[in-house]
């Protein structure tokens, strides 16, 4: 089993541009959300998604975008990157809805806007 | 509001020495508590969790929690620590009212002496 696999691993941008995710969940899970970790921070929610669509968002702008697709992987996008976006973007997959429980957590993807 | 405290940014034990680590949450629905550890640079592998029944639980790697509803805690324990728990520990609570989206603490950073 591969668990949850995120790519890319590291990500330069610059300030102003948009930038794609990707994630992969672990098989068997059809529920991915997406957290945001600034350096020093724990993770903050930034959105779930479940049956392709988004079911819960957390307090973060429209800048910050996603998709599900068919397989269940998801992507986020960030679109118009300011400096502050730079953190580890982690993507975790659950079974069974939105009402599973054990969340499992991909290694991330480590975003430097300059 | 939901909200995850840790009250200690960083902790440092001697090696066999006992760990515990803090942790108190304010949340307006049955909470399911989780603590997850973070090696540098890496994503987050769950330790143990807590959903329901004994308010004990045992983990991964010696770990055990005990969850106090009176206290709203969940305080993470090992009785003997080893150099290889140095790293990030985050308590994190969600409820299947709130769709099981995370809210992470600000993290507890253990440092382990030889």
């Known amino acids: 089993d591969a668990g949850v696999t995120q790519s890319p691993t590291h990500l330069i941008k610059t300030r102003g541009q948009q930038v794609t995710l990707r994630c992969s969940p672990k098989s068997g899970h059809d529920t991915v959300s997406w957290y945001q970790q600034a350096l020093g921070q724990g993770p903050q929610f930034i959105f779930q998604y479940y049956e392709e669509e988004e079911r819960q968002r957390g307090n973060f702008p429209d800048r910050f975008s996603g998709h599900q697709f068919p397989n269940y992987s998801s992507e986020l996008n960030v679109n118009a990157l300011l400096l502050g976006d730079s953190a580890l973007y982690l993507c975790a997959s659950t079974p069974q809805g939105p009402g599973g429980t054990e969340a499992f957590f991909g290694q991330g993807t480590r975003l430097t806007v300059v | 509001a939901q909200s995850v405290t840790q009250p200690d940014i960083h902790i440092t034990v001697s090696e066999g020495a006992s760990l515990e680590l803090r942790c108190n949450y304010s949340y307006g629905a049955t909470p399911y508590l989780f603590w997850y550890v973070q090696s540098p640079g890496q994503g987050l592998q769950l330790l143990l969790k807590y959903f329901s029944g004994d308010t004990l639980v045992q983990g991964i790697k010696g770990f055990e929690a005990e969850f106090k509803r009176s206290q709203s805690s969940f305080n993470l324990r090992k009785p003997s620590v080893h150099w290889s728990d140095a790293a990030e520990y985050f308590c994190?609570?969600?409820?299947?009212?709130?769709?099981?989206?995370?809210?992470f603490g600000a993290g507890t950073i253990l440092r382990v002496k030889s």
């Open positions: 994190a609570v969600g409820a299947m009212e709130y769709g099981n989206k995370l809210v």
